[in-house]
């Protein structure tokens, strides 16, 4: 059994910076591919950045430049750098193991951006 606990999340102004973090325990995540989601008030969950075992990432086209997935193996964490925040960035964010057969969530981090 895999658990995944988000945390850094919070109230910022709008070009502020926020990182989220996503600790994992109960299996070594190494040579797992990460991804974070968001799902903003009123809307369906979206994809927002991924991350493989080896290292490659890959960005929603609306964070792409501004927000930085990483990895910490030594400490089973996957991290999301965000910055210049924007009010469209609010939202509930979730992180993502992907392991079969349909992948472990946690349990959200909110995030919200005041302009």
């Known amino acids: 059994q895999v658990q995944l606990v988000e945390s850094g999340g919070g109230l910022v102004q709008a070009g502020g910076s926020l990182r989220l973090s996503c600790a994992a325990s109960g299996r070594i995540l190494s040579n797992t591919a990460m991804a974070w989601y968001r799902q903003a008030p009123g809307k369906q969950r979206e994809w927002v950045a991924t991350?493989?075992?080896?290292?490659?990432?890959n960005y929603a086209d609306s964070v792409k430049g501004r927000f930085t997935i990483s990895r910490d193996n030594a400490k089973n964490t996957v991290y999301l750098q965000m910055n210049s925040l924007q009010p469209e960035d609010t939202g509930v964010y979730y992180c993502?193991?992907?392991?079969?057969?349909?992948?472990?969530w946690g349990q959200g981090t909110q995030v919200t951006v005041s302009s």
């Open positions: 991350i493989t075992s080896g290292g490659s990432t």
């Open positions: 993502r193991a992907d392991i079969p057969p349909a992948g472990y």
